[in-house]
């Protein structure tokens, strides 16, 4: 059976709201995190099963390193906790693992684990879960550009080559959680066509039957790329 045209390949989120999710309950921000992960986790599962080829999270901005060493710390801490004991499940699920972003820049254990987890998950061939850490998007434009100039040929597609996302399916839909409606320096160059859903619902109460929700309203609009 062919699948409809309208179906989405390629879902980014921009995953906001653990702090104002943990304040109404007048918890510590950090356990607004840790039910974010478990928000991940479900959505994860979830994606895989609907046919999803690729998700894409925004885990950790450029732009986060201004926060409080202890919650950078605890995000640090839940990012290595859910490669640990998600791995294998990934692996079991033919799941392959991406980063974008410069993950380089982060403490040598979690480095190590995500190079590990790169490198366990590495021939999968099912759906890809690319987790954006230490990401900026402006940033990333600027590096593909330079590195499609040093090969003497500035396109858009030797651009679109050079990004971080190169090889995945371009995006078709972007959410964001939260209430918030930008960006934030998130998938700047690969948003140029996809459609765009701002949600109120704060993260860590996204559920797998949002994300279905917003894949039915995507099937149902109408791209048309700039042509008529
Ligand atoms: C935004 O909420 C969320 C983040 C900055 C981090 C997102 C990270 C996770 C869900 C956990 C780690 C991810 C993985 C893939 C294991 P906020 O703190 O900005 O919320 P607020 O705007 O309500 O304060």
Redesign the pocket.
């Known amino acids: 059976m062919s699948e409809p045209a309208s179906r989405a390949r390629h879902v980014a989120i921009i995953?906001?709201?653990?702090?104002?999710?943990a304040?109404k309950r007048h918890l510590p921000?950090a356990m607004?995190?840790k039910r974010?992960?478990e928000?991940?986790r479900r959505l994860v599962k979830a994606a895989r099963e609907m046919g999803l080829e690729a998700l894409t999270?925004?885990?950790?901005?450029t732009e986060?390193w201004r926060r409080p060493e202890a919650e950078i710390s605890a995000?640090m801490g839940?990012?290595k906790a859910?490669i640990l004991a998600d791995l294998e499940e990934f692996a079991a699920n033919n799941v392959r693992l991406k980063i974008i972003g410069d993950y380089h820049a982060f403490p040598d254990d979690v480095v190590k684990l995500i190079d590990g987890a790169l490198a366990r998950t590495a021939a999968n061939t099912g759906a890809t879960l690319v987790?954006a850490l230490n990401y900026g998007s402006q940033d990333e434009i600027a590096r593909a550009a330079a590195k499609a100039a040093a090969k003497g040929v500035v396109t858009i597609e030797s651009i679109t080559a050079e990004l971080d996302t190169a090889g995945l399916p371009p995006l078709d839909l972007l959410i964001r959680t939260?209430g918030?409606v930008r960006l934030s320096n998130f998938l700047l160059w690969q948003a140029a066509y996809a459609e765009m859903l701002f949600v109120d619902t704060?993260?860590p109460d996204f559920t797998p039957e949002h994300l279905q929700a917003a894949l039915d309203d995507f099937a149902k609009r109408e791209r048309r790329y700039g042509g008529r």
């Open positions: 995953m906001d709201g653990n702090g104002r999710w304040k921000r607004g995190h974010g992960v928000a991940v999270l925004y885990a950790f901005s986060n995000l839940l990012l859910f987790v939260s918030e704060l993260w």
